[in-house]
């Protein structure tokens, strides 16, 4: 993934203009020229977005910003909320299963502490699609958080970079500034903005499971999954472990391999019920004996077997999907 630096330009929208993925053809002028394409995959239907005339020049004119995975991550995403309206009228479909199946744009960006935090990250956020895939509500939240925490970095961690890396199904931000951990913003007594941010982002989100993880070399690193599943959470958050039902009966789970993370999370199997809460505390006070914060993720459970599990798990944050 290469990393880009800030941008000021915006999403196209009214169709009227054939911006092309790799240029159609070679030249000074031409961007994301691909010679390694056939002219008749250069001069394709397929090979390009349609949009108006003043956003189609702004993306022939600007390769760095507007990369060819870019245009055509934004011609799927297009395309499917067609299919979408034909299939079932003019609806909002952010947040659908088939929206997330898609998932977000690609995309990845270099932060300095001079650049314009504000404008630069606005711009990812609407470049990546993420009101389009999961609302305008998720899309701010998750825009002010980044604004504010790459703030926190710059101006409290003595961070001199910050990488925002945008994937399908999760966000990760890497700073090298000194540790702090995240979660503690969320009551921390002088906390301002970067608070104010995180709990919102806490809100808007499905599942709370934001890690942040520290590598003395490498410096502090954040993921933020936006998934519709807890079983996809162990591709998106390195702290997440999953437990199969047989390890209640067993419990010899070791989480040596996570003392780099704020916050383990349990994954624990679909319809828990009152039987698997013992073998689930031995886990739990396996997970404990790490010193780190712990948090268990259920779905599909009852309300009282959930009621009886905090009442069991007194010191652990449990997560009802």
Same mark, same amino acid.
């Given at each position: 993934?290469?990393?880009?630096?800030?941008?000021?330009?915006?999403?196209?929208?009214?169709?009227?203009?054939?911006?092309?993925?790799?240029?159609?053809?070679?030249?000074?002028?031409?961007?994301?020229?691909?010679?390694?394409?056939?002219?008749?995959? *250069?001069?394709?239907?397929?090979? !390009? +977005?349609?949009?108006?005339?003043?956003?189609? /020049?702004?993306? &022939?004119?600007?390769?760095? =910003?507007?990369?060819?995975?870019?245009?055509?991550?934004?011609?799927?995403?297009?395309?499917?909320?067609?299919?979408?309206?034909?299939?079932?009228?003019?609806?909002?479909?952010?947040?659908? *299963?088939?929206?997330?199946?898609? !998932? +977000?744009?690609?995309?990845?960006?270099?932060? /300095?502490?001079? &650049?314009?935090?504000?404008? =630069?990250?606005?711009?990812?956020?609407?470049?990546?699609?993420?009101?389009?895939?999961?609302?305008?509500?998720?899309?701010?939240?998750?825009?002010?958080?980044?604004?504010?925490?790459?703030?926190?970095?710059?101006?409290?961690?003595?961070?001199?970079?910050?990488?925002?890396?945008?994937?399908?199904?999760?966000?990760?931000?890497?700073?090298?500034?000194?540790?702090?951990?995240?979660?503690?913003?969320?009551?921390?007594?002088?906390?301002?903005?970067?608070?104010?941010?995180?709990?919102?982002?806490?809100?808007?989100?499905?599942?709370?499971?934001?890690?942040?993880?520290?590598?003395?070399?490498?410096?502090?690193?954040?993921?933020?999954?936006?998934?519709?599943?807890?079983?996809?959470?162990?591709?998106?958050?390195?702290?997440?472990?999953?437990?199969?039902?047989?390890?209640?009966?067993?419990?010899?789970?070791?989480?040596?391999?996570?003392?780099?993370?704020?916050?383990?999370?349990?994954?624990?199997?679909?319809?828990?019920?009152?039987?698997?809460?013992?073998?689930?505390?031995?886990?739990?006070?396996?997970?404990?004996?790490?010193?780190?914060?712990?948090?268990?993720?259920?779905?599909?459970?009852?309300?009282?077997?959930?009621?009886?599990?905090?009442?069991?798990?007194?010191?652990?944050?449990?997560?009802?999907?």
């Amino acid at each position: 993934m290469n990393f880009r630096h800030p941008s000021n330009a915006r999403l196209p929208n009214e169709p009227a203009f054939d911006a092309h993925f790799p240029a159609a053809s070679g030249g000074p002028g031409s961007r994301r020229y691909d010679a390694s394409s056939t002219t008749e995959q *250069r001069t394709s239907i397929e090979n !390009g +977005l349609w949009c108006c005339r003043d956003h189609g /020049t702004l993306i &022939d004119t600007d390769e760095v =910003t507007y990369s060819t995975a870019m245009l055509k991550g934004w011609r799927v995403i297009a395309e499917k909320k067609a299919e979408l309206r034909h299939a079932h009228g003019d609806m909002e479909f952010a947040g659908s *299963r088939e929206l997330v199946r898609v !998932g +977000l744009v690609d995309d990845a960006l270099a932060l /300095t502490a001079n &650049d314009d935090v504000n404008g =630069t990250v606005g711009n990812l956020v609407v470049h990546c699609c993420v009101a389009d895939i999961w609302g305008r509500g998720v899309a701010d939240s998750v825009r002010d958080f980044l604004i504010e925490h790459t703030k926190n970095a710059f101006e409290h961690a003595a961070a001199t970079q910050v990488l925002i890396k945008v994937h399908p199904r999760n966000i990760v931000v890497e700073d090298n500034g000194r540790h702090f951990e995240l979660h503690s913003l969320a009551d921390h007594p002088r906390g301002r903005g970067g608070r104010l941010a995180y709990r919102a982002l806490l809100g808007a989100l499905k599942i709370h499971a934001i890690s942040s993880t520290f590598e003395t070399l490498n410096g502090n690193v954040v993921h933020v999954p936006l998934v519709s599943d807890s079983r996809e959470l162990a591709a998106t958050n390195p702290c997440t472990a999953s437990i199969d039902r047989s390890e209640f009966r067993s419990p010899r789970v070791s989480f040596s391999q996570f003392s780099y993370c704020d916050t383990i999370y349990i994954i624990a199997p679909d319809f828990l019920s009152y039987s698997d809460l013992p073998g689930l505390d031995l886990i739990v006070k396996s997970a404990q004996t790490t010193q780190k914060r712990i948090a268990v993720v259920v779905s599909k459970v009852s309300d009282a077997v959930i009621a009886h599990s905090r009442g069991l798990l007194s010191d652990v944050e449990i997560i009802s999907w």
